[in-house]
């Protein structure tokens, strides 16, 4: 009896590595490593200067600075109350942090890292911040007001507001002139003219509910929004407004990317897991993985030159939103080749 309890132990043994193998192969993304951050504090947007090899990591009064060539952290910017999101206007050598609890936007030199200047807004909590290069402005979206302050790059100063009659989340560019900014409690889509500075559209995201993380796809002209209410990535044709197709996605979604080239989709969600949905073509979408990661990993940044993403995370007391002092990470994940 002893002999075949064995034999069955063997065998169970192989065949469950053998399915695990198997498993791991089929992945289409894996872990690669993490990255230990120092300090304690919320987290929130990560933004990646392909042309400088930079990864900015929002972290509670700070922003980390990570080369991307060696994954290591490279500087620190400090001295804000509470950011959020970070923009970089790479021809004009600064970035620029929005800072919530401030009601400010910091301006900081891509080369040094140094504050440049604290910029004050009209507008309450500013949140998503993105650069327009078609108009060479800067766009933050104020939360506490339902509006964008309007910044001059080279004045460094607010030189408008745009009225969005919402809650704005996250925005994006197309690059010739027009934005793209979800509005979270209105679950609608606006469209700003970004040189008459001037709302020209609304788009219905339903059955889009409380919109987030917002990419897009300029070869298809097609936009990516991720919804926490319904649970689903929307796809949207950009120039009619429509949306195409809904994809199920995880619990508490706070960010997407897309990679062109792989033609992969990432929805980063708070209850430790990546949805990873592959673009057949311009309308049709299939997800092809699960990725595990972390509970609260809801924000990401893609690396189109190694297609690594990586996310941010700290460590929580089990069951609690406690987090765990000096835990603070990024998470990094590669292609399974």
Do not use: W
């Not at 695990?20 to 987290?43: E, S």
């Not at 033609?263 to 969600?269: G, T, V």
Request: aromatic share 8%; charged share 20%; glycine share 8%.
């Amino acid at each position: 009896m002893k002999k075949y309890l064995i034999l069955f132990i063997v065998i169970f043994s192989i065949t469950a590595n053998f399915y695990q193998a198997t498993a791991q192969a089929n992945n289409v993304y894996i872990a690669d490593k993490k990255i230990a951050l120092p300090g304690d504090g919320g987290y929130d947007y990560l933004f990646i200067d392909q042309q400088n090899r930079r990864l900015y990591v929002s972290h509670g009064t700070t922003v980390d600075v990570v080369n991307l060539d060696t994954d290591e952290l490279a500087g620190t910017i400090a001295g804000m109350q509470g950011n959020h999101g970070i923009a970089v206007a790479k021809n004009a050598g600064k970035g620029f942090i929005s800072d919530g609890k401030a009601n400010a936007v910091v301006a900081f030199d891509l080369t040094t890292l140094k504050v440049m200047a604290t910029i004050p807004l009209s507008g309450k909590k500013p949140d998503a911040i993105i650069y327009d290069p078609f108009s060479n402005r800067v766009f933050a979206f104020n939360g506490g007001s339902d509006n964008a302050s309007v910044i001059d790059v080279d004045a460094l100063k607010e030189i408008a507001t745009i009225s969005l009659t919402g809650g704005p989340e996250f925005a994006v560019a197309d690059g010739h002139g027009k934005i793209y900014n979800n509005i979270e409690d209105k679950n609608t889509m606006k469209v700003i003219d970004s040189k008459s500075l001037k709302v020209i559209d609304t788009y219905s995201l339903s059955p889009c509910g409380g919109p987030t993380g917002l990419a897009l796809d300029s070869l298809n002209f097609r936009l990516f929004t991720v919804c926490r209410e319904n649970r689903g990535m929307s796809v949207l044709d950009m120039k009619s407004g429509k949306v195409i197709t809904t994809i199920p996605i995880g619990v508490g979604v706070d960010a997407v990317a897309y990679d062109a080239e792989t033609k992969l989709i990432f929805c980063s969600n708070g209850d430790a897991t990546t949805t990873i949905i592959q673009q057949q073509s311009a309308d049709k979408y299939e997800v092809v993985q699960t990725l595990a990661t972390q509970t609260r990993a809801k924000t990401l940044a893609l690396n189109t030159k190694t297609h690594k993403i990586y996310l941010s995370v700290v460590d929580f007391e089990p069951g609690t939103k406690n987090a765990v002092p000096g835990t603070f990470k990024l998470l990094v994940f590669k292609p399974n080749k």
